[in-house]
């Protein structure tokens, strides 16, 4: 009887062991599988006592093997769809550019009435067409490259001047009033041709999309602010949410392509700027909040 129980006892701890060993193994593979990345080559170690555990293990490796061949393949179809994209956009700016002057010399000859109309509309979709194809070629660009920043010091507070005043004159024709508080010599270190598309598709969208009145505010303490906040008119309610995304266009009732801000949203994320918009009744505003200042 003594032997039947020292038997017993041992088949029980020998049992006890194996479910605390196993119990250990399947925590282990729990947290390995909260560390992988699946971007990397990282497995599920296996283990070395139980197979049941070890065909888990292995079942649970193929499936990751499976997913990452997923995520290559969809990734590299994505880079091959926007490249393809961005070469067919820059094919196509040359015979629009083309087409444009002719329509511009056309516009200067003696025409009658209905035949200035029908050129003006012309030359006002392929000038719509070109901004698109630009807007294409730029965005699909900067998503299927990996952009190599180009960091240097210079004046925030400058650079915005600048580009604010090269669109002097179409403020004016659009009727909007700009008002600018910029504080001087801000300096950031940054990739400035990046940051200067970020301000021209900024204020570009504020061409397109406002009126009456923009105010620019520049400020540098321990982060540099740059705020534009504009008057808009639109048909229909602007979602505060969809305002960076793709084609979105609160109101069609002008000719944006809804791809402006989502440069600007591309852009900023590569230098690390947080740029955000805010909705109330009367004003838009599109808020970029750099990096701390440097000296």
Same mark, same amino acid.
Request: charged share 25%; with cysteine; net charge negative.
């Given at each position: 009887?003594?032997?039947?129980?020292?038997?017993?006892?041992?088949?029980?701890?020998?049992?006890?062991?194996?479910?605390?060993? /196993?119990?250990?193994?399947?925590?282990?593979?729990?947290?390995?599988?909260?560390?992988?990345?699946l971007n990397s080559n990282q497995l599920v170690e296996i283990s070395l006592f139980n197979p049941a555990i070890n065909q888990l293990t292995e079942?649970?490796?193929?499936? %990751?093997?499976?997913?990452?061949?997923?995520?290559?393949?969809?990734?590299?179809?994505?880079?091959?769809?926007?490249?393809?994209?961005?070469?067919?956009? =820059?094919?196509?700016?040359?015979?629009?550019?083309?087409?444009?002057?002719?329509?511009?010399?056309?516009?200067?000859?003696?025409?009658?009435?209905?035949?200035?109309?029908?050129?003006?509309?012309?030359?006002?979709?392929?000038?719509?067409?070109?901004?698109?194809?630009?807007?294409?070629?730029?965005?699909?660009?900067?998503?299927?490259?990996?952009?190599?920043?180009?960091?240097?010091?210079? *004046?925030?507070?400058?650079?915005?001047?600048?580009?604010?005043?090269?669109?002097?004159?179409?403020?004016?024709?659009?009727? %909007?009033?700009?008002?600018?508080?910029?504080?001087?010599?801000?300096?950031?270190?940054?990739?400035?041709?990046?940051?200067?598309?970020?301000?021209?598709?900024? %204020?570009? *969208?504020?061409?397109? =999309?406002?009126?009456?009145?923009?105010?620019?505010?520049?400020?540098?303490?321990?982060?540099?602010?740059?705020?534009? /906040?504009?008057?808009?008119?639109?048909?229909?309610?602007?979602?505060?949410?969809?305002?960076?995304?793709?084609?979105?266009?609160? /109101? =069609?009732?002008?000719?944006? *392509?809804?791809?402006?801000?989502?440069?600007?949203?591309?852009? /900023?994320?590569?230098?690390?700027?947080?740029?955000?918009?805010?909705?109330?009744?009367?004003?838009?505003?599109?808020?970029?909040?750099?990096?701390?200042?440097?000296?």
């Amino acid at each position: 009887m003594k032997v039947i129980l020292i038997v017993l006892l041992l088949i029980i701890l020998i049992l006890t062991l194996f479910l605390i060993l /196993s119990q250990r193994e399947i925590s282990k593979i729990n947290q390995r599988l909260k560390q992988i990345d699946l971007n990397s080559n990282q497995l599920v170690e296996i283990s070395l006592f139980n197979p049941a555990i070890n065909q888990l293990t292995e079942t649970i490796n193929q499936q %990751i093997m499976e997913q990452r061949t997923e995520r290559i393949a969809t990734f590299n179809q994505e880079q091959e769809l926007k490249e393809t994209i961005s070469e067919i956009s =820059h094919d196509l700016r040359t015979p629009l550019t083309s087409m444009i002057g002719y329509l511009q010399l056309l516009e200067r000859e003696e025409l009658s009435a209905e035949q200035q109309e029908a050129v003006q509309i012309l030359l006002e979709k392929s000038l719509a067409m070109k901004s698109l194809t630009q807007s294409f070629f730029e965005l699909s660009y900067y998503e299927s490259k990996t952009v190599e920043l180009e960091l240097e010091r210079f *004046n925030l507070s400058q650079l915005l001047i600048d580009e604010m005043l090269k669109e002097t004159a179409t403020f004016e024709q659009r009727l %909007i009033v700009p008002t600018l508080e910029v504080q001087e010599d801000c300096f950031i270190l940054s990739d400035a041709k990046l940051v200067t598309r970020i301000l021209q598709n900024v %204020i570009a *969208n504020v061409l397109q =999309h406002g009126k009456d009145q923009l105010r620019v505010e520049l400020l540098q303490q321990e982060q540099t602010i740059l705020t534009f /906040s504009n008057k808009y008119e639109s048909a229909e309610p602007i979602d505060p949410q969809k305002i960076f995304q793709r084609f979105y266009v609160a /109101s =069609h009732a002008r000719n944006g *392509n809804g791809l402006g801000l989502a440069i600007v949203e591309l852009l /900023s994320k590569q230098l690390a700027i947080d740029v955000t918009a805010e909705v109330s009744e009367e004003d838009f505003t599109i808020r970029l909040a750099f990096p701390k200042k440097i000296v």
